[in-house]
């Protein structure tokens, strides 16, 4: 803050005793060293106040760039998402019955299905149970 050196603290020391005498040049050097801390202690405050509005301008600032950049690439977004949206198209809705035809080439129009259900005979079932019983 100030440079001052011992050589010039003790010319001042020397004016001092000289200029106020040796009765009341402790009382000045301890009132001066009061007026001092106290001025350090106000340009420390201060310097702390706009340090901090500093660091609270600048948390704001980047606050704002993040949400511009943010708004930014939802849009972004926005802009790849709707078109491919548009361009779908409706998908028709997929049937549970399929059916498999031959081609209907030959002049008499028989059409061959695959029959996909199973039959099962249940009195020829119930003979054989009845005739495995029986051996027994």
Known sequence: MFD??????????????LVLGPERLPHAAKMAGLWIRKIKRSINTVQREINAQLDQEELQQKISETN?????EERTIQ???????EKAPEEAP??????IDTPT???NN???TIDTSA??????TKDKANKHNADM
Do not use: C, M, W, Y
């Not at 001052?4 to 005793?17: A, Y």
């Not at 511009?68 to 930014?72: A, G, I, T």
């Not at 802009?79 to 949206?85: G, M, S």
């Open 68 to 72: 511009q950049r943010l708004l930014k």
């Open 94 to 99: 997929i049937e549970t019955n399929t059916r």
């Open 4 to 17: 001052i050196g011992f050589s010039e603290l003790l010319i001042v020391f020397v004016v001092g005793l």
């Open 110 to 112: 028989d059409q061959h």
């Open 105 to 107: 080439n030959s002049t």
């Open 79 to 85: 802009n790849t998402i709707l078109p491919i949206a």
């Open 119 to 124: 039959t099962t005979d249940t009195s020829a």
